[in-house]
């Protein structure tokens, strides 16, 4: 898995090696509703580089039910904005029993691939659900880790009110919606959006409510960005967090895979 991760990522590097250099202007978001403007100046991006790709680091747990303990993990990932892209490698532990995952995003399909010690799959996810699910996750990386291309032509805005904005993103053939929840000071707290799935085998999907709240700001390289986040899938009864993250680093228009 680790290799289909690194030949994707080193194919996509290739791709945006040549993207001409570019400075994200204060003309460039002047179309954004005004509480996202006062964001991406509030994170730093305005007046630094625009992004064609970006790498982070993360470390957090995992689980897939209310009752079980959340695994260790870390994570590396790539984005990609010129031909929308989210390689994702993630390495865990169940009971001291290491398991390893990739989920790999382009050309507008998905596909998640998860192995126990390397031989055994438990997850082996793809389909319609997961192109139209990984195309959310995708579009919240943009809004949390990567602010600066909340300038896309293809992300479609309407102010809710003076701290809260709906967002529509098209990829291709898909089209996902999302609400973003703002504070006064500017951050983005919230993401909550509709249109992704919970699976935990690849084969059976639920449509549920899907937020992330923050837990907090850092700085880091320059730019002031959410230390962490949770992942919320909102059931009928009872909410489940399957997921925290905590960002450990993070580097804009990445040229060489380490």
């Known amino acids: 898995m680790k290799k289909t991760y690194k030949k994707a990522v080193l194919k996509a590097l290739e791709r945006t090696r040549n993207i001409k250099s570019e400075t994200l202007t204060e003309k460039d978001i002047q179309h954004l509703p005004a509480i996202v403007q006062k964001y ?50 993630i390495v865990a532990k169940k009971k001291g029993i290491p398991a390893k995952g990739i989920h790999l995003y382009r050309d ?42 909340l300038i896309d032509r293809n992300i479609e805005w309407e102010a809710i009110d003076a701290i809260t904005v709906d967002a529509r993103f098209t990829n291709g053939n898909i089209t996902i919606g999302a609400t973003l929840y ?13 249109d992704r799935f919970e699976t935990t ?39 489940l967090c399957y997921g925290e993250f905590n960002l450990h680093s993070i580097e804009y228009n990445c040229r060489d895979f380490r």
């Open 40 to 89: 991406l100046n509030y994170t730093g991006s305005v007046g630094k580089e625009k992004v064609s790709n970006f790498r982070a680091e993360f470390t957090g747990g995992i689980r897939s039910k209310f009752t079980e303990d959340f695994m260790p993990l870390k994570s590396v990932q790539y984005n990609f904005t010129d031909n929308p892209t989210r390689l994702f490698y």
């Open 108 to 149: 507008q399909k998905a596909i998640m691939l998860i192995k126990i010690i390397g031989l055994f799959t438990v997850v082996d996810a793809k389909g319609k659900e997961m192109n139209q699910g990984e195309t959310v996750t995708l579009f919240n990386d943009m809004c949390f880790m990567a602010p600066a291309t």
């Open 182 to 194: 703002f504070n006064e000071d500017g951050e983005l707290v919230n993401f909550l959006s509709n």
């Open 201 to 239: 085998d690849g084969k059976t999907y639920k449509n549920y409510p899907w937020l992330t709240p923050v837990t907090g700001y850092t700085n880091i390289n320059g730019y002031r960005l959410p230390s962490g986040a949770k992942l919320i899938y909102k059931h009928p009864d009872e909410d």
